[in-house]
């Protein structure tokens, strides 16, 4: 489900349309080699990001903003579809093991251990991806989505109920990701409304992913973030990180590229797609819309 990214990105051929769901409204496009993205808005209040809790409070306004969007209003059968959901919906993790056992069951079993502790729910019962990165040196590094069901099911169930098969879910960083650079040691610093996630790559494999609240949106709030995971890349990952791709920052981007490229005296810049700048409200979107196009 939400690592199907990983392993076939992309089913084969892949879903026909594309959504990212955001407190502010629906993203979406068509996957085809001319692609428009379009968006629309919900009613203030509709969508509550949050991991403890259910967050679609008003599913009839969800689905009238779905129901809005030219493309879902032209479709006339029923189609597969890739839902990107908000990164504090869920918990994105990377864990690292000694061994990784070839068992599926044991695998599962391993990896909901680990999590037992760190998540904010009970993940016996949660949706639950993963995906097992190369192994380097013996030791596998494993990317883990999860999220409670009571969750999750009302994220779909708009997308249901128009006859659209939500058949691949991932969140928003994840599928961001794609439109940055995968040379190097780097650091994504995507920003959506108060809450901030950091995405570590050390070329194609993910080493770090956090997802937190902030106070307030503010780049003081955010540097206060960045300094130690700059800190701890150094001292745990064997090097500086080489560069800062920011996203979701608006109109402060070129202050926050100043800023930081100053504080923490590394190149800054900010994710670019060829389709249109990636916001918060879309960056996963368009992420996903570069996977598909290099893999198809």
Known sequence: MFLDRFKSLLQDPPPAMAFEISQAGIAAARVASRTEVEFEPVKPGSIAVSPFQENVLDSAAFLDALKRLEMV?????????????PDYCARLAVLDFDSFPA????????????LKRSVPFDVETAAL??????????????????TPLEILSPYEAPFRALGLNPGLVTVSSLAALDLAPDTGLN?????????LSLLVREKARLKLARCL????PSLDDVAAVLLPTFVYVEDNLGGRAERLILCGFGERTQEARHRFESELT????????????????NAGLLGYLRSVSRNN
């Not at 068992?103 to 909901?112: G, N």
């Open 266 to 281: 590394v190149e800054v810049e900010p994710l670019h797609s060829h389709l249109s700048p990636p916001a918060e409200t």
């Open 129 to 146: 991806s993963y995906f097992a990165q190369p192994a380097v040196e013996k030791r596998v590094d494993v990317v883990v989505v999860t």
């Open 103 to 114: 068992d599926l069951k044991e695998q599962s079993a391993l990896v909901r251990f680990r």
């Open 73 to 85: 209003r032209g479709s006339r059968k029923r189609k597969d579809a890739a839902v990107i959901l």
């Open 187 to 195: 650091v994504m610093a995507k920003l959506s409304g108060n809450v």
């Open 213 to 216: 609240e902030l106070a307030s």
